[in-house]
């Protein structure tokens, strides 16, 4: 049986799938990886199905060997150091670890959250049909620690497909623009805060999880007054809390909340939140 041996972790490691979808209606956040496009294509680069399971590794520090017979392996998302036993590998390509093999993810040096794929998937049991962790309710399989032991999945039907090193590209390092669709309370906001929030640069804060992505910029100023009852969320919702900032909400949220939405971030854009570092700036622009 093929497994990844942990070794070594960084501030934080975690499987995740591509989430599970349909059951907000029960208080279930659909979670999953946040850079759903790295996700996607780390699994496509080792032959898996898309949905397969991923370590998503937060700015590294990851340390695992690989035991029980040799696989395939690939890193998308974040760009930084990559080696397998000592050696550097390509972020990007399919490389094959041999038995025994120590593969380690250094510390990041453009975005945030590696996506790292094994040929098979990361075989944990999955919860309400996901092998997905979600932070915020607890649910699915527990961060990664030292010592653990990953089961990896039945080799897929598919190859490991060949591809060109120059479709890699590393997430930006400096300006980022997210696309918008207006919000379902943004006429709760005057008509200064809907141009500031088009208009002004803002940067990404300390404050920043799987939960949401606190932004600092000019105080986004409401026109009603009163509380607002807690309604549905939807991934990339920007709530705008009672100071006037607002925060983008993710994979891991609560399903509901109490905080007028100014605007939504379309799905294109949500895999760039992902790796959005603390002090990058960032601008809105409509969809």
């Known amino acids: 049986m093929r497994r990844l041996i942990i070794e070594a972790v960084g501030p934080l490691a975690l499987v995740e799938d591509l989430g599970r979808p349909g059951l907000a209606h029960l208080g279930v956040a659909g979670s999953g990886a946040l850079d759903r496009g790295a996700a996607r294509l780390a699994n496509r680069l ?33 760009w930084g150091p990559i080696t397998l036993d000592g050696r550097p590998v390509a972020p990007y390509t399919a490389a094959r670890a041999p038995d025994g093999a120590v593969l380690e993810l250094g510390t990041a040096e453009r975005g945030l959250r590696y996506a790292l794929a094994v040929r098979g998937g ?32 039945d080799e ?23 696309a918008l669709r207006p919000g379902p309370r943004a006429d709760w906001f005057t008509d200064a805060a809907r141009a500031a929030l088009f208009e002004t640069p803002w940067r990404v804060s300390e404050r920043a999880d799987r939960v949401g992505v606190r932004l600092v910029g000019p105080e986004l100023g409401r026109r009603a007054v009163g509380e607002l009852a807690s309604e549905a969320t939807v991934p990339g919702s920007i709530q705008v809390s009672g100071d006037g900032q ?13 905080y007028p939405v100014i605007a939504i971030v379309a799905a ?20």
């Not at 898309?50 to 395939?72: F, K, P, S």
């Not at 999955?126 to 961060?143: C, M, Y």
């Not at 925060?247 to 509901?256: E, G, H, N, W």
């Open 156 to 178: 897929p039907e598919a190859s490991v497909p060949a591809l060109d090193q120059e479709a890699a590209f590393a997430p930006p390092d400096e300006t980022v623009t997210l």
């Open 46 to 78: 080792v032959g898996n199905p898309d949905g397969a399971a991923i370590l998503e590794v937060l700015v590294g520090g990851l340390r695992a060997r690989v035991v029980g017979g040799g696989t395939w392996f690939a890193v998308a998302g974040a």
């Open 268 to 287: 294109a854009s949500l895999d760039a939140v992902a790796q959005l570092r603390p002090g990058q700036e960032l601008r809105f622009r409509h969809a």
């Open 246 to 258: 607002p925060t983008i909400l993710l994979a891991d949220r609560p399903v509901t909340g109490g």
């Open 122 to 153: 990361i075989d944990e049991p999955p919860v309400l049909g996901s092998r997905s962790r979600d932070t915020l309710a607890g649910l699915g399989p527990e961060p990664v620690r030292p010592g653990r032991e990953l089961v990896i999945g």
